[in-house]
Structure formats: C-alpha cells, structure tokens
Nanobody, 119 residues
Framework: QVQLVESGGGLVQPGGSLRLDCTTSRSIFSIVAMGWYRQAPGKQRELVASVTTGDSTNYADSVKGRFTISRDNAKNTVSLQMNSLKPEDTAVYYC?????????????WGQGTQVTVSS
C-alpha cells in the first residue's frame, strides 16, 4: 500500500508563508499529475494547484500569484509554496497523486495537514 506523507502545515499570521511537501512511501508508476487540494470546515474539497508530469500547471483563481506548485518526478515529491497567506486559506491540505493505468485513473491521497492563517 502506497502512502503519501505530507509535512509543513502549521499556524501562520496573515501575509506569512508556508511550504508544504509531500512524498511517497515508495515509487508509483504511471503518474500523470500531482496536486494539492484543501477542505475548509463546512466546505467541499477543492483543487488548489496541480502539475502534470509534463510541467503543465493549474491553479485555483483564489491562489494565483500567491502559491507555486513544484514537483520532482524522480523523487515522487510535490511541494506547494504558499505566500501572502490569507485567513480564507485556512483549511486541511491534502496532496494527491493521479495514476493512469490502462485508461483508468487511480488517486492516492495524503492524510492531510492543517494550515491555519490567523493573527
């Protein structure tokens, strides 16, 4: 069973920065994309940012210009640099690895890491 392990969450003041990292317990073949999602209390999980193995990135409008996603395919790691954090960024952040095998998509999820932006 592959496990995704996240690190880097915590409490930060508005305007501050945090970096989230996610790595896998073992290599996953046929990865097509890596990403970060978040879920705030009472809200649905939403995509924050994703990056394909071809380096195509996608960001939620609310984080464009503030967050940067990066990945290392060889090391099966994905990171999220979060700058200019706002209270509305408070959520549990989950990393995701998307695998495609014989046309089917399989998703791997981390356990989640709490990010709290508050003064």
């Amino acid at each position: 069973q592959v496990q995704l392990v996240e690190s880097g969450g915590g409490l930060v003041q508005p305007g501050g920065s945090l970096r989230l990292d996610c790595t896998t317990s073992r290599s996953i073949f046929s990865i097509v994309a890596m990403g970060w999602y978040r879920q705030a209390p009472g809200k649905q999980r939403e995509l924050v940012a994703s990056v394909t193995t071809g380096d195509s990135t996608n960001y939620a409008d609310s984080v464009k210009g503030r967050f940067t996603i990066s990945r290392d395919n060889a090391k099966n790691t994905v990171s999220l640099q979060m700058n200019s954090l706002k209270p509305e960024d408070t959520a549990v952040y989950y990393c995701n690895f998307a695998q495609r095998v014989l046309g089917r998509r399989y998703d791997y999820w981390g356990q989640g890491t709490q990010v709290t932006v508050s003064s």
